[in-house]
C-alpha cells in the first residue's frame, strides 16, 4: 500500500542549529514533493515544491532535497529561530493531475533559546 | 490580502444536525479542493472541483457529505446527519490549473465539534 511517513515525534533543537527533517514514501513514483508548515488552529502554508528531476531546491534558510532511488526527502532549516517552531508537512501528488494531495502526518518542530 | 477564506472558522453542533461551511477561493483560482485534518494528522483530500464540476471525490465521502461550486466561484461543504466522528478541521485549498501549477493555496479552515 502507498505511505507516507514523517517522524511522528516532535524534533527539538537550539536556536540557531539545523533542523533537518525526514519524509519517506514507498509505493509512489511521484513527479514532484512539496513542503509545507502548520501552525495550530492554522491552515497549511506553501513553502517549497522540488521536482522528480531536482536533486536540491533552496529558499532564504530552507533547503530541501529529493532522492527518488531512496525514497526520501530532507527537509532542512538552517539557524533556526523559534519563530520557526511549527509543524512541518510533506505531500505528494500521487496521480500526477495535482488533483489532490496526500499528505505525511507532519514532524512538529520546537526550537528553543 | 485576497487569500482563501473560509466561513465559519468554528462550529459545535449536536449530533444529527446538519451543518454547511463555505469556502471563497483565490480569486482567479478555478480549482478548489476540501480537505479534513483530525488532531494530529495531515490533511486528507475528500474532493475537488475545476471550474464548476466536481471532477473527483474521495471515498472518505461518505453520502451525509455533499460539496457544490455552483458557479465557479465559491464552494460549500455539505454534512447532513453530523456524527461525532466527523469532528475535524475541514480545510479548503485553490490553485490555477496548468503544467507546473501545483501548489495549492490553503484556507485557515473550520473547526467542527459534534457533540
Known amino acids: 500500500s502507498q505511505k507516507i511517513e514523517q517522524n511522528s515525534e516532535a524534533l527539538n533543537i537550539q536556536e540557531g542549529k539545523t533542523a533537518t527533517l525526514t519524509c519517506n514514501y514507498t509505493?509512489?513514483?511521484?513527479?514532484?514533493l512539496q513542503w509545507y508548515r502548520q501552525d495550530p488552529g492554522r491552515g497549511p502554508v506553501f513553502l517549497l515544491l522540488?521536482?522528480?528531476?531536482?536533486k536540491e531546491k533552496r529558499k532564504e534558510r530552507l533547503k530541501v532535497t529529493f532522492d527518488t532511488t531512496l525514497k526520501q526527502s530532507l527537509f532542512h532549516i538552517t539557524a533556526s529561530q523559534p519563530a520557526d517552531s511549527a509543524t512541518y508537512l510533506c505531500a505528494l501528488d500521487p496521480t500526477g493531475t495535482a488533483s489532490k494531495l496526500t499528505f505525511g502526518t507532519g514532524t512538529r518542530l520546537q526550537v528553543t533559546l | 490580502d485576497t487569500g482563501v477564506s473560509q466561513d465559519p472558522r468554528h462550529k459545535i453542533t449536536k449530533r444529527g444536525q446538519n451543518v454547511t461551511f463555505r469556502c471563497d477561493p483565490i480569486s482567479e483560482h478555478n480549482r478548489l479542493y476540501w480537505y479534513r485534518q483530525t488532531l494530529g494528522q495531515g490533511p486528507e483530500f475528500l474532493t475537488y472541483?475545476?471550474?464548476?464540476?466536481?471532477?473527483?471525490k474521495s471515498r472518505l465521502l461518505s453520502d451525509r457529505f455533499s460539496a457544490e461550486r455552483p458557479k465557479g466561484s465559491f464552494s460549500t461543504l455539505e454534512i447532513q446527519r453530523t456524527e461525532q466522528g466527523d469532528s475535524a478541521m475541514y480545510l479548503c485549498?485553490?490553485?490555477?490549473?496548468?503544467?507546473?501549477?501545483?501548489?495549492?493555496?490553503f484556507g485557515p479552515g473550520t473547526r467542527l465539534l459534534v457533540l
Open positions: 522540488i521536482r522528480e528531476n531536482e
Open positions: 509505493n509512489y513514483s511521484p513527479a514532484y
Open positions: 485549498a485553490s490553485s490555477t490549473s496548468g503544467r507546473f501549477q501545483e501548489t495549492q493555496y
Open positions: 472541483f475545476q471550474n464548476e464540476a466536481q471532477l473527483e
